[in-house]
């Protein structure tokens, strides 16, 4: 059996994540087997002194009579009834090696030599019995030097002397014993707190050698004050072998090593001492810092959900388990801890855990993944992480993902379908298309898109509102929907826009009919404000039938022939046919068109102020009672921060257009990637010429969006860094945009991409997120400091009580992840402040101000500081564009 002391501590990765737990044991059976020699020693000590007695002796020289006492009798073995004794007695009792020490001690006396020490030797007892006696003794002289009289004491130091030896004897194995010992060792005298021992390796830490060391005192070695380093002395004097703890002690060079000190007292040669092992605890220490970083870390992450820890063998034995939060569990923690995965875990989830058990063991990667699990409190999702934790056991982490995923489930639905009529969006019917062609091509049918469009939509917006054009809009999509096969799928594409994708068509016939029964549906008038409305539809068909077609070409196709059907007098419907293209060979000349805008200098930047939301804003607002800020002049109203580039084209026949009316054919032939340098170049320009002439706060950052193509182009990396040198903005002051579906497709690419761009300094926004399909654990990945919610759900915010789940949840989300939240499109002071309730950072939108022309632009800049209230900006009077 050996002693040892024991510590363990947890290691973590980079993520924070625990990897393995690592012990450190010590052998310190030597030091245990020290302490106890010496607390034996010093009790024999004790007892010695407590029954030393003295005894008394007197010697008449003329009478030659001997008196001794009781006590001197039984020290030599007599009783005093026994005989008179003699001085001869006495000599005779001496045992014979000391016999001639005795009796030049005796010389000396009578040569009146003066002796303060006492005289020690043996004595053999009547019984036979030798022991240690020490006497101490004196003369009475004459005035010629004649012996009168001799007397003096004697005393038994028998055990005194036989723990003396014993005591020389196990501090010579305790020298041996320091000296051997790894750990640092070190004994001083208690009262002179002067060094008695120290032992080598003591002398190498502190880069001493042996005799330095011997001249040196605790306070010497000790770097803590006088006062500190004697109470602490005192504390083991009052309580015995004690643990001191963490101390400094002082290398001859002057620099201090953190060591652990445990003391125990001794008596060492008779003198007290204390012995103190001293194990330098650096190491230890630094490890501690960087676990105490790893772990404050670690909980920061964690902070925000309940988990699970356990520990499982590669065959699914859980080794030991632990739960923050019970009800998470499908069966309690006593149950779990012995059993096996298989006993806790649905049949169907265990081949693939064991496969991911096998490879963290395996490969040593971590492995992320995600489960469903019914517990108690109903069905809840769960993230796992496995890293091996070595000895064949895997350490799982798990956390409680139900409110993310349910979060990602409702943005991921939301991102295909349209908030308005609940049907699928542009996006889900082209994928819907996709399979479809893919399953015609493979059993020889057709499918057939419809392409649906009001025609009087606009005259019952316009003269009935927003409010009623929508409702119209949901009571069509609910009869189309009434008269469709349940397989069909009808979607919304936009505004009045709607398409029926049918499968498994046999003749042109087939959909006709379709179409004629849209047409009778839609004949019953819808009552709308309490008043009768009528719509009808004209409608364009398309026919495919394999897995080569385009789905965009498809839907594209039957928008054409919807065209046609607006052209011939509306209210029917008209099946495609090649002559229909002309409409696409005009987007041809629009390509050269824009080709030779870019050089004729017709595109032109507008600007949209991005203001922060503060807290007192909030209180402005319940103050004024919502009522249009802006207009008020208010010293609270909203600060710009930031400006968001917008291009325009400046067509010479059409008038101003819309990016919405350009930007995609750039998009879908490469001038996008002129385009967008062109607007880089313009925003960060301008953006410096308003901080060079402070009319932009130190916080202003100017955003521009960067599209697909541009996003992917090689160039992009390249092409900012060099707008950014050329303009001298610095790249703090520069957003860049990035539309959410683009992050999705190739995320590892894309990262890199991101890394480098946010290597160059520039900030990253996400835009329009909640129109693609948001993961949002992977999000955490990106390097993105902004998140822009849609315009959709801006606008959802007063009338659907889903969106203000979706919105507050992504903000809370967001914040989380470190990212600040940036509002689109907010048009009405309800939406502003409900968005300031939910803690969103900025916000865009008309209710603010359009996009304006730089001009207007400079001027409202140039007045806002600090903020808005210097121009009037009446939602209401919206100032126009150009
Ligand atoms: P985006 O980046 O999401 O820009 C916001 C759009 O919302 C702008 O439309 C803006 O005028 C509009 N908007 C802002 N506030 C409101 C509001 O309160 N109500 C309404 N109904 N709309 C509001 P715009 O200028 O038509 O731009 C449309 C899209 O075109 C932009 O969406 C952006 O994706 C793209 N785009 C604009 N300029 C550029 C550009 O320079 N490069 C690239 N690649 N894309 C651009
Ligand atoms: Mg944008
Ligand atoms: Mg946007």
């Known amino acids: 059996l050996i002693w040892t002391e024991q510590r363990n501590n947890s290691i973590y990765d980079e993520a924070g994540e625990i990897v393995a737990s690592v012990g450190i044991v010590r052998d310190i059976t030597e030091r245990k087997q020290v302490e106890e020699k010496l607390q034996k020693s010093e009790a024999n000590l004790v007892e010695a002194q407590r029954i030393a007695r003295l005894g008394s002796w007197e010697h008449e020289a003329r009478e ?30 001496i045992h014979v090696d000391d016999r001639v020490l005795v009796q030049e001690d005796m010389a000396k006396l009578l040569r009146s030599e003066q002796l303060r020490d006492g005289i020690e030797f043996r004595i053999v007892r009547a019984d036979g019995e030798i022991r240690f006696v020490q006497s101490q003794r004196s003369v009475a002289l004459d005035e010629t030097g004649g012996l009168i009289r001799m007397f003096g004491t004697v005393q038994d130091v028998t055990k005194r002397k036989r723990s003396e030896e014993a005591l020389r004897e196990s501090e010579e194995r305790y020298r041996a014993v320091v000296q051997q010992a790894v750990e640092g060792m070190l004994l001083f005298d208690l009262s002179t707190k002067r060094i008695l021992e120290a032992n080598d390796a003591y002398q190498v830490l502190l880069g001493y050698d042996a005799e330095e060391m011997l001249g040196m005192t605790l306070y010497d070695v000790v770097a803590h004050d006088r006062k500190s380093i004697d109470l602490h002395v005192q504390r083991v004097v009052d309580e015995g072998n004690h643990m001191l703890g963490e101390r400094y002690h002082r290398r001859k060079d002057g620099s201090l090593v953190e060591v652990e000190v445990a003391a125990s007292l001794i008596s060492y040669g008779g003198r007290s001492a204390m012995s103190v092992v001293v194990h330098d605890i650096t190491e230890r220490k630094r490890a501690e810092e ?83 699990l019914l517990v108690a409190g109903g069905i809840r999702d769960f993230e796992a992480r496995l890293v091996a934790a070595g000895s064949g056991e895997v350490m799982a982490i798990v956390r409680d993902a139900t409110e993310r995923k349910a979060l990602e489930r409702r943005l991921e639905h939301r991102a295909f379908h349209d908030s308005l009529t609940g049907l699928p969006n542009r996006a889900l019917f082209l994928d819907r ?28 917006h316009d003269s009935l509102g927003h409010e009623a054009g929508d409702a119209l809009l949901v009571a069509v999509a609910g ?32 959909v006709t009919t379709v179409a004629e029964r849209i047409a009778a549906a839609l004949r019953e008038p819808f009552i709308l404000e309490g008043r009768e409305a009528f719509a ?32 011939t007098g509306k209210a029917h419907h008209e099946v495609f046919h090649p002559e229909m293209n002309e409409r696409a060979l005009k987007r041809l000349s629009l390509e050269g068109e824009l080709r030779r805008a870019l050089k004729r200098d017709e595109l032109r930047v507008h600007y949209q102020p991005q203001v922060l939301l503060s807290t007192e804003l909030q209180e402005h607002l319940r103050a004024s009672g919502q009522m249009a800020i802006i207009a008020q002049k208010a ?37 996008i990637v002129p385009i967008g340098r062109w607007v880089l170049e313009q925003a960060c320009r301008q953006a410096k010429e308003w901080q060079e002439q402070h009319y932009s706060g130190p916080h202003f950052t100017m955003s521009v969006n960067v599209s697909t193509a541009q996003f992917r182009s090689p160039e992009l990396v390249e092409d900012v860094a060099r707008v950014l040198q050329e303009t001298g903005l610095e790249a703090g002051m520069l957003t860049l945009e990035i539309t959410e579906s683009v992050l999705l497709e190739e995320a590892q690419a894309n990262a890199n991409t991101l890394e480098q761009l946010k290597a160059l ?15 949002l654990s992977y999000l955490k990945r990106l390097p993105v400091d902004y998140l822009k919610i849609d315009r959709s759900f801006v606008t959802n915010l007063g009338r659907d009580s889903q969106d203000r789940v979706l919105v507050s949840g992504v903000i809370y989300l967001a914040h989380g992840l470190g990212l600040k939240v940036i509002a689109e499109g907010v048009e009405k002071a309800e939406q502003l402040a409900q968005l300031q309730q939910m803690g969103c950072d900025l916000a865009q939108g008309y209710y603010f101000s359009r996009p304006l022309a730089s001009e207007a632009a400079t001027l409202l800049t140039s007045n806002s500081e600090p903020s808005f209230s210097g121009v009037c900006i009446d939602p209401l009077s919206r100032i126009d564009q150009s």
Request: glycine share 8%; net charge negative; charged share 30%.
């Open 290 to 372: 960087t676990l105490r970083e790893s772990e404050a870390r670690h909980r920061a992450m964690l902070e925000a959900s309940p988990d699970l820890v356990f520990r499982v063998s590669r065959d699914g034995e859980y080794l030991d388990f632990q739960a923050n939060d019970e009800s998470i569990l499908s069966v309690p923690v006593e149950e779990i801890i012995g059993k096996n995965l298989r006993d806790t875990m649905p049949p169907d989830l265990i081949p693939s855990i064991l496969r991911r058990i096998t490879k963290a063991l395996d490969t040593g990667e971590m492995q992320v993944f995600e489960y469903q």
């Open 64 to 93: 030659d009579r001997t008196y001794w006492s009781d006590q001197t009798y039984r020290i030599f073995g007599f009783t005093p009834q026994q005989f008179v004794p003699t001085f001869e007695d006495f000599l005779n009792a």
């Open 433 to 460: 298309l996709e399979h479809a062609l893919a399953r015609a091509g493979r059993h020889r049918e057709s499918v057939a898109v419809l392409f649906v469009d009001l025609d009087n939509f606009k005259v019952v």
């Open 479 to 510: 009869r189309l929907r009434e008269i469709l096969r349940p397989e069909d799928t009808l979607a919304r594409l936009s505004g009045d826009e709607f398409t029926v994708l049918l499968e498994d068509i046999e003749g042109t016939s087939d």
């Open 761 to 775: 300094g520039v900030r990253l926004a996400i835009d329009d997120f909640g129109t693609g399909y948001s993961s």
């Open 536 to 567: 009808t539809a004209s409608m364009g068909i398309a026919f495919g039938g394999s897995s080569q077609e385009s789905p965009g070409v498809l839907l594209r196709n039957a928008d054409l022939a919807m065209y046609r059907a607006k052209e």
């Open 635 to 671: 010293p609270e109203s909203p600060r710009i921060v930031g400006m968001e580039a917008l291009v325009r084209w400046e067509h010479p026949e059409r008038g101003l257009l819309s990016p919405g009316e350009f930007v995609p054919f750039a998009e879908e032939n490469g001038l």
